[in-house]
């Protein structure tokens, strides 16, 4: 079942007289239970593209459906709220609250999300439980290692059962160790739990554990 | 609920305490500022307040209680013969010289009447009774007195306007706004001793009313039958002894001030904590905003922050300003907190801290939550 569906998505950045169009029509899907892995060189449009099939950026041109959920152009408003119902993040700097202990960060953002209360305790402990820091949930993040920090942010995209996950060089920040012990974690959860996962990567291991590698290059997708 | 707004409130531990200080010392500040400026008030009006009189006659364009001018004692008589009046007495408020044993002179300010008991004068005694005032040449002294006469006690003796008086009792929180001690004696003792301003002269007219009877057509009809006075309610005549000296002194303006100096303190302090916090955690707010924070979410955690800031900050400056009453009290100062305006505190805290928080707000509403995926 395709979760997402984007096409033709055209990102052209003004700044002053310039204008740089930096994706030139770029299409992707994903469904559920599917890994695709992004490649490219840096500066290739990679984190771009990702932004706007996160729904955090719109795309100057082109379509884009999110769980059925067509974005509209015209209407950027509604953004958050495709991005609160159907969209997971993990990004490359784990970007969790510094003042939240691991379970508090994942709960706070099943609030974000609209579940409160216990039932968010309850997911919460229920996601950590899976990506393996049980022994960890009081911990605060300056008090994990880097790959216990990641999983904390798996657990945090994973909670509320999003349909779209969309990691952004998730394991640039770890060694190689941790960094692969991270994605195969990740990868057996998304396929667990079937979610289409999107990554964008310079890592070579992400290759191995994709069912699909995009290559993006100058803005296009390489055949 | 997690509450990101309170952990990384208390995350920041000097930055917190900084936020709390600068809300306490506003809200210290502006207690006590209008509480002495209330206290102060309070005194120029004070004896008004505790008579036991509905209406006040006195002579055309008296200012305040203290500056009193004479006018026929007579004139009583055709207040009392105006319906729906159901007493009515002269009452002398004079200013007079008090010699000290030291042979140093200083003033006095004589509250003189007949009939002391009829209008609760004074309100509060100490030591001795007021109805023996009649009796010799005595007279009563405020508490207050002390410290600008030394210390007295019932049975000395006291020159005033060059005659030995005997004090035979003591009253306290009769004050002045001048802080000119306060003295109560018998009427024909005050026309003696200041033979010359009050013989047959009275400086205002007391008047209860009957009951039921209509206030402003008793006092229509004390006006037409003497015309070259003015007849004041008691609310009123307190009133415009306050606003005498508000507007006749600094205090007023020296009020508004410091308190308009403490409310900018005190905003300034929140709105910068506030702001040098929010923007230490911007890639906090982008990660809220990029899981789907709106920008409502957004303003409750600053909302939640100036609030607890506000409520914390009022309540150690609220501690503060009424620990500093009793040592107000023993430099002769009267500090005036009520619960209402302890209220009317909290509430100006908590709007003010909340309009500190837009100008973090308008800066994290602007964010491109894009940041997030950047370095
Ligand atoms: N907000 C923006 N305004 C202007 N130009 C932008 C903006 N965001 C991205 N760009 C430009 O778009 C191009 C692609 O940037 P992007 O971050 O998507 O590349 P990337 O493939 O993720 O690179 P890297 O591998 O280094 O992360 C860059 O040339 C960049 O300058
Ligand atoms: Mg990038």
Not at chain 1, 51 to 80: A, F, K, W
Not at chain 2, 72 to 94: F, K
Request: aromatic share 8%.
């Amino acid at each position: 079942m395709t979760v997402l569906t984007s096409q033709n998505v055209v990102k052209r950045f003004t700044e002053g007289k310039q204008t740089v169009e930096v994706l030139k029509g770029v299409s992707l899907d994903a469904s559920r239970g599917e890994i695709v892995a992004l490649e490219g060189p840096s500066g290739s449009g990679k984190t771009t593209f990702l932004s706007i099939l996160g729904c955090i950026l719109t795309p100057t041109e082109g379509r884009v459906v999110v769980d059925g959920q067509e974005v509209d152009l015209s209407r950027p408003g509604d953004l958050p709220a495709i991005r609160r119902r159907s969209i997971g993040f993990v990004f490359q700097q784990f970007n969790l609250f510094p003042a939240l202990s691991a379970v508090e960060n994942v709960e706070y953002s099943l609030n974000v999300r609209g579940v409160k209360g216990s039932a968010a305790r309850r997911e919460a402990e229920r996601v950590l439980d899976a990506v393996g820091l049980a022994d960890r949930k009081a911990f605060l993040p300056r008090d994990l290692s880097g790959g216990q920090k990641q999983r904390v942010a798996i657990a945090r995209a994973l909670a509320g059962a999003p349909p779209l996950l969309l990691a952004d060089e998730p394991t640039a920040n770890l060694d190689s160790h941790a960094g692969r012990q991270v994605l195969e974690l990740f990868r057996d959860l998304a396929k667990r739990e079937n979610r289409a996962l999107v990554i964008v990567t310079h890592d070579p291991i992400v290759r191995s554990i994709a069912d699909r590698v995009a290559v993006i290059h100058d803005g296009l997708l390489a055949a | 609920m997690v509450s990101l707004a309170r952990r990384n409130l208390f995350h920041d531990k000097l930055r917190f305490v900084i936020t709390i200080a600068g809300v306490a010392f506003a809200v210290t500040l502006v207690f006590v500022q209008v509480g002495l400026f209330l206290g102060l008030l309070d005194n120029a009006s004070v004896t008004i307040e505790n008579i036991d009189a509905d209406l006040w006659v006195t002579s055309r364009n008296t200012p305040n209680v203290d500056f009193a001018h004479t006018f026929p004692e007579s004139y009583v008589q055709r207040v009392r013969s105006v319906p729906g009046v159901a007493r009515a007495d002269n009452l002398i408020v004079w200013f007079m010289q008090l010699s000290l044993p030291t042979g140093a002179q200083e003033g006095t300010l004589v509250y003189a009447l007949e009939d002391f008991k009829a209008w609760n004068l004074p309100w509060s005694v100490i030591e001795g009774h007021v109805e023996d005032l009649p009796r010799g040449d005595f007279f009563f002294l405020d508490d207050s007195a002390t410290r600008r006469y030394g210390p007295f006690a019932v049975g000395q003796h006291r020159e005033i306007s060059e005659r030995r008086l005997k004090i035979i009792g003591r009253t306290d929180a009769a004050r002045s706004f001048t802080t000119t001690p306060i003295a109560f004696m018998d009427t024909a003792l005050a026309q003696e001793l200041s033979y010359q301003a009050l013989r047959g002269n009275t400086t205002y007219v007391l008047v209860k009313l009957a009951p039921g009877a209509d206030v402003a057509a008793v006092r229509a009809e004390i006006g037409r039958r003497l015309p070259y006075n003015d007849v004041f309610t008691k609310a009123e005549w307190a009133q415009r002894s306050r606003a005498y000296w508000v507007a006749n002194t600094g205090i007023g303006l020296n009020t508004y001030l410091t308190v308009f100096l403490g409310i900018l303190v005190g905003v300034v302090v929140v709105a910068l904590t506030l702001y040098t916090s929010t923007m230490e955690h911007l890639k906090e707010f982008g990660t809220v905003k990029a899981i789907g924070g709106s920008n409502a979410d957004i303003y409750r955690i600053l909302a939640e922050q100036s609030v607890i800031a506000a409520v914390l900050g009022f309540a150690v400056g609220a501690v503060f300003a009424l620990a500093a009453g009793p040592g107000m009290e023993k430099a002769g100062l009267k500090l005036i907190i009520t619960p209402d305006f302890g209220a009317i505190v909290l509430v100006g805290t908590v709007l003010l801290c909340l309009a500190a928080s837009m100008v973090s707000f308008r800066k994290v509403a602007a964010l491109d939550p894009a940041l997030v995926f950047r370095g």
